[in-house]
């Protein structure tokens, strides 16, 4: 068994960050009253850390990559799940984060979470498509202005 922290650490840390980050999220929103696509831009910035934070285990996949594939059995090797397999090598990635784990039966397994990937890429793309919302409102606000002079 993998240790517990590599198993249950990255969703259990990702969704205590959310959590976390409600609060001062919940503080802007109700001081600062930003527009909806404001909000979904610092959402999806948020979403995309958190995402990359999971997709490397919060750090362990670079400083202690074997933790993340097995557990070290008293002879030093590190084994799999099933205790049948010794761990040849690991493979890191930084970005798109990828620990990749080679078995000596010859399969790799990958130890990224399934929605580590898509959650990555939707966190950007969200929060470029509301900042390019925002650009066009703030034109559209200038140009009002120009025409009117009073800013109505």
């Known amino acids: 068994m993998v240790s517990l922290f590599s198993f249950f650490g990255p969703p259990?840390?990702?969704?205590?960050?959310?959590v976390v980050g409600t609060f001062p999220y919940a503080w802007w929103v109700a001081r600062r009253k930003p527009?909806?696509?404001a909000r979904w831009a610092v959402i999806g910035i948020a979403a995309a850390l958190a995402a990359y934070g999971a997709g490397t285990v919060y750090g362990l996949a670079f400083t202690?990559?074997?933790d993340v594939c097995g557990d070290k059995t008293g002879d030093g090797v590190y084994r799999d799940a099933g205790r049948d397999y010794g761990l040849t090598s690991v493979s890191v990635d930084s970005f798109p984060p990828s620990v990749i784990c080679h078995w000596s039966s010859g399969r790799s397994t990958q130890e990224v979470w399934f929605w580590v990937l898509p959650l990555l890429y939707a966190g950007p793309a969200c929060s470029v498509v509301c900042s390019?919302?925002?650009l066009v409102d703030r034109y559209r606000?200038?140009?009002a202005f120009r025409v009117d002079g009073t800013g109505a």
């Open 132 to 134: 390019g919302l925002l």
């Open 35 to 37: 527009s909806r696509p």
């Open 12 to 18: 259990v840390v990702t969704l205590l960050l959310f």
């Open 64 to 66: 202690s990559p074997l």
């Open 141 to 143: 606000r200038r140009a």
